[in-house]
């Protein structure tokens, strides 16, 4: 047996160059183009322009933008109340799931459609129904009377943020459900039996 061969029968050399297509592959299509995005972002290179360096300049010329600034605001006040959202539908959606009740299965499945869904599909839906035109949420709160002209859903910039934070809170909401139910059934339910006889409210518990 020559030496290569009793090389590659240590499990540890065989395992590493196993992997080294892998960090090749890596290296060229991921590890590459974000250093060379990061440096390109340091530079004043443009298309067939080598460009100077210029440090941190373009990021402060960007954050003196004011409407960057009002993108960050917006992005930041999206985050938070889809985040806060998706926790807080899906904790109590995971705390009623955690319980038994007839139609246990069928709030379940309903609870998967925003996984199930292709994103395509659910996207012209979400379309359709924000359309200010054939809109089915301005059609039905008009014939309620909440409202007495239509809604511009995405035209207006304020309600257009609303209405992509409501599709994310949509979207995002079964993944905190899931996450959260799987971490409430690891709990003996003796301790919410126990907690109950004590007097704890259903908050405490």
Known sequence: MGPIARLLEDERVLGSLMLVPTLILLGLFIAYPFVKGVWLSLTSATVGNPGQFLGV???VKIWN???????AYN??????IATVGKLSLG???ALLLNRHFRGKRLVRASMLLPFIVPTV???????WMFDPTFSVL???????GFIQTRIGWLTDPVMALGSVIIVNIWRGMPF???TLLAGL???????????????ATAWQR
């Open 138 to 144: 301005n059609w039905t709160l008009y014939h309620f």
């Open 75 to 80: 992005t930041f006040v999206y985050t938070a």
């Open 185 to 199: 059934q690891t709990v003996n339910p003796e301790l919410h039996e126990a907690a109950a006889i004590d007097g």
């Open 65 to 71: 933008d004011s409407i960057f600034q009002r993108a």
């Open 121 to 127: 599909l659910s996207t012209f839906a979400w379309k």
């Open 176 to 178: 905190y459900a899931i």
């Open 57 to 59: 300049g373009n990021y």
């Open 91 to 93: 904790m109590w959606l």
